[in-house]
């Protein structure tokens, strides 16, 4: 009989490696701790709009297209992907904007109208980045770090591509204006990281991008979400909705876990455990200090975390087709380093902001009714190791940013709203078990990266293995989904010790 296996968490991560495993004939339950699955990736619904409440940018859509080869099935007959043109567009505080896709033409049009001169430096950074996206993603990201000798194997590659720059540093070798190095070194925001602090090696995102495309999956990421779990379900799996985990239970005698137990006090039991819960979070508070010789509470606190967000879900009863709205919008404040350095550093809630501005409806109309636009706004703030009083802060916070919106892109916003939700680091913390409210989890620099950072095969118990934002490979949905694949193989080929 095949070994059981119980996930904990139905994010990206969590279905992928569930999926994986029931290919491979393995009875695999998921406990889930909200009311629908999803984790980060939930969906609100509101008056006959729906808003992605996670991740909405699809990049290296093969890994999804391999999760329903397993199982004989194609990913186009579960939910459709169409592409994005552009892949955003980016304005900077005066509201000039520049935007691109995987067109090196349109590319250098764009760079032509702020700097001639970084054409050439462009080209030469593109250049750069493909060794470091064949190396950092192509053979590392599925590969599992399980000992030092997996780092140091790879780590004179990891210096000859600079590794040790910022991306930020990286880009500004190749490219002098300063609105473009902030075009081309803000992806690490896009997975929790500093661009002054994370690794050059997450320069690569940019070339993933421009590899693949990015896409949207029509009816939301939502739908891809539903596309997993009922190709989860066809393949014998089990998802049990509303149930908590409220511990791991450790076998103390063997260095193994044997189960979980809910909130409602009931007990699970099996051979093996995935959690896709936050990697802190599950050490912190699902494990007694006890238990753990590595991840002790002093290891967990002492760990750098990316940053939260602050995310408004609205809906409008006109729409916005004339505005200069693209469908994935990035909107720079007058701030750049400053501003990071108040999110990052001293984690104080600046007066500017910048902003990530999601236009779904531009690409799928059914996602308002008829004649409505919907939208979300994302903020990046400091997660919950400053002092920032939420409760008191975040409606002055959502107004301010409603106002800006309205005055520079949205005019008749406030008369024109329907519906508006927001979430903030709280709503990270207490609804999406992320330790400090981080909304990435371990922020992504070099010496949280790869081995560094938490392993996928637990370093306390052998049978418990991690997926999701906070273990190898990192945050995004390439990197999440990737984790999966690193868990399938460290469960078919277990390391030796």
Partial sequence: MSKRVIVIGS??????????????????????????????????????????????????????????????????????????????????????SFEYNNQTDLIYAQIEKWNPADKEGYRRFLESTRPIFEKG????ADQPFTHLKDMLKVAPDLVRLRSYQSVYTYVSQFVQNDFLRQ????????????????????????YLEREWGVYFAMG????????????FQEMGGRLVLNAEVDEILVDTGRRRVQGIRLK???????????????????????IPEVYRRKYTNRRIERMRYSMSLFVIYFGTRRRYLDSRLAHHNIILGPRYKGLLDDIFRRKVLAEDFSLYLHMPTLTDPSLAPEGHEAFYVLSPVPHLGGKVNWEETAIPYKNRILEFLEAHYLPGL?????????????????VLNSYLGS???????????????????????????FVGAGT?????????VSSAKVVEKLILNPPSS
């Fill in 11 to 96: 994010g990206f991560g969590g279905l992928a490696v569930a999926i994986r495993l029931a290919a491979r004939g393995y009875p695999v339950t998921i406990f889930e701790k909200r009311d629908k699955p999803g984790g980060r990736a939930y969906v609100y619904e509101m008056d006959g709009f729906k808003f992605d409440g996670g991740p909405t940018v699809i990049t290296a859509p093969f890994l999804f297209d391999e999760l329903f080869e397993l199982a004989g099935r194609k990913r186009e007959d579960y939910v459709t992907f169409v592409p994005v043109n552009p892949f955003y567009r980016i304005f900077d505080a005066e509201g000039r």
């Fill in 137 to 140: 993603f192509l053979q590392l």
């Fill in 183 to 206: 075009v081309f070194s803000f992806h690490p925001l896009l997975i929790g990281g500093n661009p002054y602090d994370a690794s050059s090696i997450y320069a690569m995102i940019h």
């Fill in 220 to 231: 939301g990421t939502g739908a891809l979400v539903n596309a997993l779990v009922r190709l």
């Fill in 264 to 286: 409602d006090g009931s007990v699970e039991t099996a051979d093996i455990i995935i959690s896709n819960a936050d990697v802190a979070f599950t050490y912190r508070y699902l």
């Fill in 414 to 430: 406030r008369e024109n709203l329907v519906v508006e939700h927001y979430i903030d680091p709280l709503h990270f913390r207490d």
């Fill in 439 to 465: 909304a990435f989890s371990v922020e992504p620099i070099l010496t949280q990266s790869a081995w560094f950072r938490p392993h996928n095969r637990s370093e306390e118990f052998e049978n418990l293995y």
């Fill in 472 to 480: 190898h490979p990192g945050a995004g949905l390439p990197g999440v």
